[in-house]
């Protein structure tokens, strides 16, 4: 299932990126990246999303997949600060050159999203879903 999300996010990567603070929810459109077999995302250190995040690490997206259905995605956000990371990153994202100098820049976070669930409906309008058995959650 996270290898079909990730070719769906190849070809659609930005997503409105749901997150909660303050019971408030706020939703933001975000880029994902896949590096090998994991997903990333990354945010200036000073917005919105990061202050919601630091309260609460959950998430939600949908993304479209190839017949125009919507798969649903819900997981946490792990911080991560690898130079190595965040160089692959830099490199990935060429978005990331027009908002900071380099991938030591210390003005973005990088985040990895562990996908905890995907949800989607069937043609028959039924609910099915898959749970990411190496996550806990």
């Known amino acids: 299932m996270l290898q079909e999300l990730q070719h769906y996010l190849?070809?659609?990567?930005?997503?409105?990126?749901?997150?909660?603070s303050d019971k408030l929810p706020t939703v933001r459109p975000m880029t994902i990246t896949s590096l090998g077999d994991r997903l990333y995302t990354h945010t200036d250190r000073?917005?919105?999303k990061m202050t919601a995040l630091?309260?609460?690490?959950?998430?939600?997206?949908?993304?479209?997949?190839?017949q125009?259905?919507?798969?649903?995605?819900?997981?946490?956000?792990?911080?991560?600060d690898e130079p190595s990371l965040r160089a692959a990153l830099f490199e990935a994202e060429p978005i990331l050159h027009q908002h900071y100098k380099s991938s030591s820049d210390q003005e973005f976070e990088v985040l990895e999203l562990e996908v905890e669930r995907i949800d989607?409906?069937?043609?028959?309008?039924?609910?099915?879903?898959?749970?990411?058995?190496e996550v806990q959650g």
Do not use: C, M, Q
Not at 120 to 133: M, R, V
């Open 54 to 66: 630091r309260e609460n690490p959950a998430f939600s997206f949908y993304v479209t997949d190839d």
């Open 10 to 20: 190849r070809h659609r990567p930005i997503v409105p990126f749901a997150v909660t």
């Open 46 to 48: 000073s917005s919105r």
């Open 120 to 133: 989607w409906y069937e043609d028959d309008g039924s609910l099915n879903g898959w749970k990411n058995p």
């Open 68 to 80: 125009g259905f919507l798969r649903f995605v819900h997981g946490r956000t792990v911080f991560r």
